[in-house]
C-alpha cells in the first residue's frame, strides 16, 4: 500500500493557462475525491467519483473544471484558463466502499499546490 | 446539516494529555462524529470515529457525550508530531446519499511544547 499519490506537488502557471494534475487512488478502492484547500481554511469539497462515474459536483467547481476518472482508476482534475482565485492546494483522496458506509475512511495524498501568476 | 464547534487552537506540553473538545448540539440520531487531522504540509489523515459509545484505537479516545451534544478527542500522550490541525466532522445521512463527503470546518490547531 503506497497510499494516495498526488503530480505534480508544486505547480505555477500564469494566468489564462490550463493546467492538469493526476491522483492515483490507493489500489482497489472504489471512490476517489477531490478537494480543495486554501491557506488557513479546511479542505472543501469539489467533487467525487464511485468507480468511472463523477456522482456529484459541488457548485465550487465551475465550468472551467473538469474532471476524470478513466476506467475506475486513477484520476485527472483539469482547470482551464487559471484565474489567481484558483490559487490553492488540491487534494485527493481515495476511500473503499463497503456496505452502507458508516464506516468509510478517506485516505488523502499531499495535494498539489497550484500557485497561478 | 449539523455543524461542529471547536477551539481555534489549543497548547499542550510534551507527554501529557490532550483532551480537545467538540460541540455538536443539533447533532441527529444517525450521525457519525468523525475526527481527522492534518499535519504540516499534508494530506489530512483519518483518526477515529464512532456514533454513540466511546471508542479507542492505536491513535486516540474518543468521548462522546450521553446526549451526543458534544465529544472529546483525547490524544493521551502528546509527542511533537502530534502537533496538527485537527478536525471534528459530522456524517450525517445527507452526506452519505452523497458519497459520505466530509465537510471539514477550521478545527483545532494543537501545538505540543517539548
Known amino acids: 500500500d503506497t497510499g494516495v499519490s498526488q503530480d505534480p506537488r508544486h505547480k505555477i502557471t500564469k494566468r489564462g493557462q490550463n493546467v492538469t494534475f493526476r491522483c492515483d487512488p490507493i489500489?482497489?478502492?472504489?471512490?476517489l475525491y477531490w478537494y480543495r484547500q486554501t491557506l488557513g481554511q479546511g479542505p472543501e469539497f469539489l467533487t467525487y467519483f464511485q468507480n468511472e462515474a463523477q456522482l456529484e459536483k459541488s457548485r465550487l467547481l465551475s465550468d472551467r473544471f473538469s474532471a476524470e476518472r478513466p476506467k475506475g482508476s486513477f484520476s485527472t482534475l483539469e482547470i482551464q484558463r487559471t484565474e489567481q482565485g484558483d490559487s490553492a492546494m488540491y487534494l485527493c483522496a481515495s476511500s473503499l466502499l463497503q456496505g452502507t458506509g458508516d464506516n468509510e475512511k478517506l485516505f488523502f495524498g499531499s495535494g498539489t499546490q497550484l500557485s497561478v501568476l | 446539516d449539523a455543524k461542529t464547534t471547536q477551539p481555534n487552537s489549543m497548547e499542550s506540553n510534551e507527554e501529557e494529555p490532550v483532551h480537545l473538545p467538540c460541540n455538536h448540539s443539533?447533532?441527529?440520531?444517525?450521525?457519525?462524529i468523525h475526527w481527522y487531522r492534518q499535519l504540516p504540509s499534508q494530506g489530512p489523515e483519518y483518526v477515529i470515529h464512532g456514533l454513540t459509545s466511546n471508542v479507542n484505537n492505536r491513535m486516540a479516545s474518543l468521548a462522546i457525550a450521553e446526549d451526543r451534544k458534544s465529544s472529546t478527542l483525547i490524544l493521551h500522550r502528546a509527542t511533537l508530531r502530534d502537533a496538527a490541525v485537527y478536525y471534528c466532522i459530522l456524517r450525517d445521512d445527507k452526506s452519505k446519499a452523497a458519497g459520505n463527503k466530509l465537510t471539514f470546518g477550521g478545527g483545532t490547531r494543537v501545538l505540543v511544547k517539548p
Open positions: 443539533t447533532i441527529s440520531g444517525t450521525d457519525y
Open positions: 489500489s482497489e478502492h472504489n471512490r
